[in-house]
């Protein structure tokens, strides 16, 4: 499929018109007014009144964690639900687009795309860090002692509830519903073009609308700036390890712009070009340092931990899943999963709206599986061969990893690379990856936030995408001089509150679009009634035979047909 055919809808009817959401892809300038204001005052009250932002922030944190736990719980175990059930279901048969419409990349490429979106830095800063942490620390709910075979299960256990099928099946709601929005429909690459079906075209184009587009700004804003941030404090953690320079504020806010300078570039190349190419070179590499790490660490150990993690994580899944601190210490709690489930649910719109950018003509069965199978198995992999490995070096006295990890998270990765050969080359090599992760992300999202302040459009002004990435750098730049990781994680739990309450309305908008299409085949409901009907009349009739007042009509009934038929003889 040509770059041109992305700029035309594919909906079955109505037909589609321009970039998939009208003629004029042209900013609107709004909401791009709106949503700059508001970045740029949180930006200069972050800067300039620190003291009062921490108190601010710290209060409404609390609060937010003392009554919105509950909420952030259920909505990530219900998109879950969703994504399995929509994936099974009837509706699995919908094609995102035209119905003879074929998917624009190929399936190597879409895969590689969607996971360097999704989640690439995060996993270089946690993937050692968070299984040893638990396996130090174990959860206040796990009932295990520190640096025991049991707090290791605890610890990967853990780590794939927070990163694997959950995350990605919130992802794959908001994908799926822009998708079959944008393709299926033609109303635009634009969250608000989901909620059609509840608010009406107009409202949907007017202020409710934009409203919805610009909490969705918000969110990618703050979520994005949180990754951006952890990637910074990765590579100024591995400089300092590898070349001894001091990881100053001063070094943070020097490879923000660096990496900055270098997103510009690639943002002016192109979806096709800068993303796609790095976000395969991306997958590359991570694949190649974690085979390094597999073939030169405990190679046994991770082949013995992948099985038994994965059955544990799969055991306790329900239990993790229902756990809103009611019985146990809530302060782990919001430290940990509900920070979690806020970064998705804030990376939302900018992991959705990527996602179903590029994944046009892909079925919904075939786009859930997708999303929710091949990144979260990936996930798993990752966890056992770099967590596995640095809880091994612990277990096995060869690195003090305790040590290391009191230093914070983005130092055990480097911690575990040195234990291993070669600890130098691979430690700059991660430094790279967590770089290029950088620049893609903050190119992908850049793109979503145009296409949101740009009425949907799938090629927004590459002036407005720059804008929007200088913008959110800057963000994470001033969390981090303000308050470091504890203040960018603040930030993503009190923007995502709000979209928590976008969100279930979305899937309540996609499931009534999704049963009124007729690609999703007959409704098995229909089938269904007409066996209740007829198993109703059964055994209507059988208890009809059975009565004796009706016996004796049927009786009668009988005996005055017998004497029409002789009469009639």
């Not at 037909?15 to 005052?41: E, I, Y």
């Not at 969110?219 to 100053?248: C, D, E, K, P």
């Not at 892909?362 to 061969?385: D, H, K, N, Y």
């Not at 089938?527 to 055994?539: E, I, K, N, S, Y």
Request: net charge neutral; charged share 15%; hydrophobic share 50%.
């Amino acid at each position: 499929m040509s770059t041109e055919t992305i700029d035309q809808a594919a909906p079955e009817p109505p037909p589609p018109s321009g970039d998939g959401g009208g003629a004029d892809d042209s900013p609107d300038f709004t909401v791009v007014g709106t949503g700059v204001a508001v970045v740029l005052a949180v930006v200069a009250w972050a800067a300039f009144g620190k003291d009062s932002f921490d108190r601010a922030s710290g209060t409404a944190l609390t609060w937010v964690l003392d009554n919105f736990a509950w909420l952030f719980v259920v909505a990530a175990d219900l998109f879950l639900v969703l994504c399995l059930v929509l994936s099974v279901s009837r509706f699995g048969r919908i094609r995102l687009g035209r119905d003879d419409d074929e998917p624009e990349f190929t399936t190597l490429a879409w895969i590689a795309m969607m996971f360097s979106a999704g989640m690439g830095i995060g996993l270089m800063f946690y993937g050692v860090g968070e299984p040893l942490t638990h396996y130090l620390n174990p959860p206040p709910s796990a009932g295990v002692q520190p640096r025991t075979g049991g707090a290791a299960l605890v610890a990967m256990e853990y780590s794939f509830f927070h990163w694997t099928l959950t995350p990605w099946a919130i992802y794959g709601i908001a994908g799926l519903a822009l998708a079959y929005a944008g393709f299926r429909k033609g109303r635009g690459n634009r969250l608000s073009a989901v909620f059609v079906p509840l608010m009406g075209e107009r409202r949907a184009a007017g202020w409710p609308g934009r409203i919805i587009d610009l909490l969705a700004v918000f969110a990618t804003v703050f979520g994005t700036a949180t990754s951006l941030g952890v990637g910074t404090l990765q590579v100024a953690t591995g400089l300092r390890l590898t070349t001894g320079v001091t990881a100053s504020t001063t070094l943070q806010l020097i490879i923000i712009a660096a990496l900055s300078a270098a997103f510009v570039a690639s943002a002016f190349s192109g979806l096709h070009k800068g993303v796609k190419w790095l976000s395969t070179a991306n997958l590359v590499l991570a694949a190649c340092l974690m085979l390094f790490v597999f073939v030169l660490g405990p190679t046994v150990y991770i082949l013995d931990v992948i099985p038994a993690s994965v059955g544990g994580y799969l055991h306790e899944l329900l239990p993790m899943a229902s756990r809103t601190g009611a019985f146990t210490d809530r302060s782990w709690l919001g430290a940990w999963t509900i920070f979690y489930w806020a970064w998705w649910l804030s990376w939302a719109p900018f992991v959705g709206t990527f996602i179903a950018r590029i994944s046009r003509g892909r079925l919904v069965r075939e786009f859930l599986i997708g999303v929710l199978l091949v990144p979260s198995g990936a996930t798993v992999v990752w966890f056992c061969v770099m967590g596995g490995t640095g809880i091994r070096l612990d277990a096995t006295g060869r690195v003090d990893m305790s040590a290391k990890v009191s230093e914070g998270a983005e130092a055990s990765l480097f911690a575990m690379l040195d234990a291993l050969p070669l600890g130098t080359i691979t430690s700059w090599v991660a430094m790279i990856l967590v770089m290029l992760y950088f620049i893609t992300s903050a190119d992908s999202a850049s793109l979503v936030m145009g296409s949101l302040t740009s009425r949907g459009a799938l090629h927004p002004r590459t002036w407005l995408v720059v804008t929007w990435g200088v913008l959110m750098a800057a963000v994470a730049a001033v969390l981090l001089v303000a308050g470091g990781l504890e203040s960018l994680q603040s930030a993503t739990i009190l923007v995502a509150l709000p979209f928590v309450v976008v969100m279930l309305a979305l899937c309540w908008a996609l499931l009534k679009e999704l049963r009124e299409d007729p690609g999703a085949g007959p409704a098995r409901g229909q089938a269904l009634h007409g066996l209740r009907d007829a198993v109703r009349t059964m055994v209507g009739d059988a208890l009809t035979e059975r009565s004796p007042e009706s016996g004796r009509h049927q009786r009668l009934h009988r005996q005055a047909a017998k004497s029409r038929d002789q009469k009639d003889g």
